[in-house]
């Protein structure tokens, strides 16, 4: 198959399971001579920062020597982002390849389940040192957990977010989380919930936290933080408050996952460090910021981050099966114009709706039929001021490429 009909099969397989399990996943990697097995992984659970403690692992891991492979989701703009080897994505040929070994076991699989064959395939062909493994959903029956035993699980901070399928309290869906702690050590944020922290407490004997009290110097901007911790100085080209966060559980996971890494190691992958739609600065005159917040604990970070600025322009689309009305309760009272889009995907909500909700935080709201009449508006209401774009990675995922073309180049 070419590119474009391996795409198109990948994409037409189901979403979810009928039933979770774990069974699938092992059938398939059975039939493919068990390539997760050849390379140690560092897997990485949570609601909120899985993606950016991934970058920040990564990219520490690389500056060391070592030879990384990235397994993140969802992907943002180009679908090889999901499956990266020291940065670089797989290529189109090695995805087609790959898929069709996959397809050839005959094995049904979803369509997270599937990639997630190809990428442990493609880590293991290419004889990896280490894989740092984002789940997708959940942790205990997500298709990353066919792995054995990692050299180190991370929980990072669990929220409320996939309520239908993960549980609807915070305990619940801790627990699934905790499914792929497997005998590890653990390491999560400084700031888990009383009641996530317990539960992890109750399946690893070691939970290794960043110590607060150890934190100083912070300095916090949009474009990069700087900070001091246990003595020593870092920065992070991902700026944001919750970036410091990240950067702590990344520092900790570092020190206590078994391979040889100094802090010179740490310091320069932190710095290094880049994940699209997070706080991701297209422009800085204006001001343009893209950010991923989808759910209330990203959407409250996000709202830390609009506190800084004044005559902020929004541009929104968001999901029906999400919590937006609570993320627009964090985050457009900070905003004086609101302008609706639904990213072009079945479950998002029609920009009208959206506006009408909308009217209840923004004195200024408005709908546009399409992402690019959108930036059209905002860039004639902004009056050189701050323009974040937000809601939904989907949207995330239109905007960038649209922010590049010769008509929205700012």
């Known amino acids: 198959m070419k590119y474009n009909e391996t795409l198109n099969y990948i994409h037409s397989l189901g979403k979810f399971p009928s039933k979770p399990s774990l069974e699938r996943i092992t059938e398939v990697c059975g039939k493919l001579d068990n390539p997760q097995n050849n390379f140690k992984a560092i897997h990485i659970a949570g609601t909120n920062g ?5 970058a920040f692992l990564s990219s520490a891991l690389i500056s060391a020597g070592y030879k990384v492979g990235m397994f993140v989701s969802p992907f943002i703009v180009d679908f090889c982002e999901r499956i990266q080897i020291n940065g670089e994505y797989i290529g189109k040929d090695d995805l087609c390849r790959l898929s069709k ?11 997270f389940e599937f990639i997630t064959a190809v990428g442990f395939l493609f880590f293991s062909e290419n004889k990896i040192d280490v894989a740092v493994l984002e789940t997708g959903l959940g942790g205990r029956f997500d298709a990353t957990n066919a792995i054995p035993a990692p050299c180190l ?6 929220g409320l977010d996939h309520t239908a399928i993960l549980g609807d309290t915070v305990s619940q869906i801790a627990e699934e989380k905790c499914g792929i702690i497997k005998g590890t050590k653990t390491v999560t944020s400084f700031n888990q919930p009383a009641e996530a922290l317990s539960v992890i407490k109750a399946h690893s004997p070691c939970v290794i936290m960043p110590q607060k009290n150890s934190l100083n110097d912070i300095k916090i901007n949009i474009l990069g933080n700087s900070f001091v911790y246990e003595g020593d100085f870092y920065e992070t080209s991902l700026g944001g408050e919750y970036q410091i966060e990240n950067a702590l559980t990344a520092i900790e996971a570092l020190k206590n996952c ?13 710095k290094a460090a880049f994940m699209p739609a997070r706080l991701e600065v297209i422009s800085r005159k204006p001001l343009v910021v893209i950010d991923g917040a989808h ?5 409250r970070a996000l709202g830390s981050a609009l506190k800084e600025y004044s005559d902020i322009t929004a541009i929104i689309g968001v999901m029906r099966d999400k919590n937006y009305n609570q993320v627009l309760a964090e985050t457009l ?9 639904n990213p072009t995907v079945p479950r998002a909500l029609p920009a009208e709706e959206l506006a009408v909700k909308a009217q209840n935080y923004c004195k200024n709201v408005f709908a546009s039929n399409t992402l690019n009449d959108a930036l059209t508006l905002a860039k004639s209401r902004c ?6 774009i937000f809601g939904s990675l989907y949207l995330a995922a239109e905007a960038r490429p649209l922010l590049k073309t010769e008509n929205h180049r700012i």
């Open 101 to 111: 070994r996959v397809i050839d076991t005959g094995v049904s699989l979803t369509e």
């Open 333 to 341: 009272p900070l905003c004086k114009n609101a302008i609706c889009v």
């Open 295 to 299: 759910n209330p604990d990203g959407a």
């Open 258 to 270: 078994g391979l040889k890494i100094d802090k010179s190691h740490i310091k320069c992958g932190l």
């Open 153 to 158: 699980s991370i929980i990072t901070k669990i």
């Open 50 to 54: 899985k993606g950016s403690v991934c």
């Open 383 to 388: 009056d050189g001021n701050p323009i974040f």
